[in-house]
T-cell receptor, first 119, second 112 residues
Framework: AQTVTQSQPEMSVQEAETVTLSCTYD???????LFWYKQPPSRQMILVIR??????QNATENRFSVNFQKAAKSFSLKISDSQLGDAAMYFC????????????????FGQGTILTVHP | NAGVTQTPKFQVLKTGQSMTLQCAQD?????MSWYRQDPGMGLRLIHY???????DQGEVPNGYNVSRSTTEDFPLRLLSAAPSQTSVYFC???????????FGPGTRLTVL
């Protein structure tokens, strides 16, 4: 079974600084997808960024970027120029492609990292 | 386009009561799922569906039933509520081979 581990229960950063959230996963598959979701106090789950395992290039979305190390099974999220609105719980998640049957496509989540942004 | 909707937003039950959490999506997504979120444990999959009439169990299915009679709706039934089912419940939907999962706003359930 696939597992996702976020080893940092809490992180903090000063406004305008950079912070990196860690995520490791365990899988025997070669084709899969990785995600970072943000959960602010409103409780809504918001997609931040996704990475396809077959792509060597790291995904970026504005101030958010990832460091995807496939061999090391590591998928960290870097937030640049941190803003007060970035304060939230961040979840790393893994899924296999929807290749048919009921075993694929499910999301497996890490435990989450609470990010605090100090003004 | 409302996305994924869930009702109710909050619910308090007594031990032994039954209820249904509603979930609907208007994006014509094939895949739908239910998760529960507990402190320090992330989101854990309860049940999963890959289309109307097809469901499968997730990581923590005990005490919950689902059915999927239409593409749009995926209700979650608690047959006999227990305090261990106190949690926040999320419904999500997805499409295609590599679709992103979209989440509803969640239901906070308390079982006394």
């Amino acid at each position: 079974a696939q597992t996702v581990t976020q080893s940092q229960p809490e992180m903090s950063v000063q406004e305008a600084e950079t912070v990196t959230l860690s995520c490791t996963y365990d899988t025997s598959e070669s084709d899969y997808y990785l995600f970072w979701y943000k959960q602010p106090p409103s409780r809504q789950m918001i997609l931040v960024i996704r990475q396809e395992a077959y792509k060597q290039q790291n995904a970026t979305e504005n101030r958010f970027s990832v460091n995807f190390q496939k061999a090391a099974k590591s998928f960290s999220l870097k937030i640049s120029d941190s803003q007060l609105g970035d304060a939230a719980m961040y979840f790393c998640a893994y899924r296999l492609p929807n290749a048919g049957g009921t075993s694929y496509g499910k999301l497996t989540f890490g435990q989450g990292t609470i990010l605090t942004v100090h003004p | 386009n409302a996305g994924v909707t869930q009702t109710p937003k909050f619910q308090v039950l007594k031990t032994g009561q039954s209820m249904t959490l509603q979930c609907a999506q208007d994006m014509n997504h094939e895949y739908m799922s239910w998760y529960r979120q507990d402190p320090g444990m992330g989101l854990r999959l309860i049940h999963y569906s890959v289309g109307a009439g097809i469901t499968d169990q997730g990581e923590v299915p005990n005490g919950y039933n689902v059915s999927r009679s239409t593409t749009e709706d995926f209700p979650l039934r608690l047959l006999s509520a227990a305090p261990s089912q106190t949690s926040v419940y999320f419904c999500a939907s997805s499409w295609g081979l590599a679709g992103t999962w979209f989440f509803g706003p969640g239901t906070r359930l308390t079982v006394l």
